[in-house]
């Protein structure tokens, strides 16, 4: 009998600049998330989520005055 095992999640490198990411290092401390590239796969998590569903959560729409902010400076 074999045993099912978990498939293992495959990860990329994304570039951000150094100063940015030590913004987001600040911005986390007191959000609970472990690292800088965590957050950042929720934010994205969340804006991808915004658009194919077109509602928001408190979470959600956070992550989307974080988006238009990012895109403001010129980052997305």
Same mark, same amino acid.
């Given at each position: 009998?074999?045993?099912?095992?978990k498939?293992?999640?495959s990860?990329?490198?994304?570039?951000i600049p150094?100063s940015?990411f030590?913004k987001v290092?600040e911005?986390? @401390?007191?959000? *609970?998330?472990? $690292?800088v590239?965590?957050?950042v !796969?929720? #934010?994205?998590?969340?804006?991808l989520?915004? @658009?194919?569903? *077109?509602?928001? $959560?408190?979470?959600?729409?956070? !992550?989307? #005055?974080?988006?238009?902010?990012?895109?403001a400076m010129?980052?997305?």
């Amino acid at each position: 009998m074999k045993v099912k095992r978990k498939a293992r999640k495959s990860f990329t490198t994304v570039s951000i600049p150094s100063s940015l990411f030590e913004k987001v290092s600040e911005d986390i @401390k007191d959000k *609970g998330f472990p $690292s800088v590239s965590s957050y950042v !796969a929720f #934010l994205l998590r969340m804006v991808l989520s915004e @658009k194919s569903t *077109g509602k928001r $959560s408190g979470a959600e729409k956070e !992550a989307y #005055l974080i988006k238009k902010r990012l895109e403001a400076m010129g980052y997305l």
